[in-house]
Every structure is written in C-alpha cells, then in structure tokens.
C-alpha cells in the first residue's frame, strides 16, 4: 500500500502549513524531511498507541496526530522557519520502532513519494 502524502507548499517565515498523509493504520507513522544538501532526518513520529516523539528544532512549534475516523496522519507546522525548507515524506512501519532509532529513515520500510515545503 503507498502513502500518499498532500498539503506541501510555500509559504513565508512565521507561516502554517499541515502535511496530510493517507492511510493511517501503521504501528508507527511519521515525517522524514530532506533538505537540501543535507541527509534524510527525522522531524516527527506518532505511534499506534498516541505516544509522539519530535526532533528538537521542531518542538513546540510542529504537532503530528492521527485522525481515525478520516484515515489520516496530519502534521501541523507552524512559525515556519526558512531552515524548515524540506522534501517531507511520510513514513510508516508495521514494527514497533525503539529509541534512538525513532528518526531514522531505514527504521520505515513504507514512503510517500514526498511533498515540498518551501519557506522563505
């Protein structure tokens, strides 16, 4: 089953943007960004079981939840920031995922085709 991911685009320093992605029903599901120059990083995780986990830079500022009945895992980001500027992909498992490896890409063995946020 692909991910399909939507919600991408551009938007100013300060901004909101929320990522969707479809289906849900993974152990755990999250966001994986590429930047450019930079290797694939973990930005946020949500398990099954509502539990999140958030890369640091993004904390407090992004939220990810996953709405049940729509069938989807949202990711709202706001106070966007110009080092926010990411291929976004979402990612899922049907593992549980430990610690440290939360954010990392090959703990995901499902991907979207990804989405662009470009803040500027």
């Known amino acids: 089953v692909q991910l399909v991911e939507s919600g991408g685009g551009s938007v100013q320093a300060g901004g909101s943007l929320t990522l969707s992605c479809a289906p849900s029903?993974?152990?755990?599901m999250g966001w994986i960004r590429q930047r450019p120059g930079k290797e694939h990083e973990g930005v946020a995780v949500?398990?099954?079981?509502?539990?999140?986990h958030y890369r640091e830079s993004v904390e407090g500022r992004f939220s990810i939840a996953r709405d049940n009945a729509r069938n989807i895992m949202d990711l709202q980001m706001h106070d966007l920031k110009p080092e926010d500027t990411a291929m976004y992909y979402c990612?899922?498992?049907?593992?549980?995922?430990?610690?440290?490896?939360?954010?990392?890409?090959?703990?995901?063995?499902?991907w979207g085709q990804g989405t662009q946020v470009t803040v500027s």
């Open positions: 990612a899922a498992s049907n593992l549980v995922v430990h610690d440290p490896n939360v954010f990392r890409g090959p703990s995901y063995r499902f």
């Open positions: 029903g993974y152990t755990y």
């Open positions: 949500i398990a099954s079981t509502g539990v999140t």
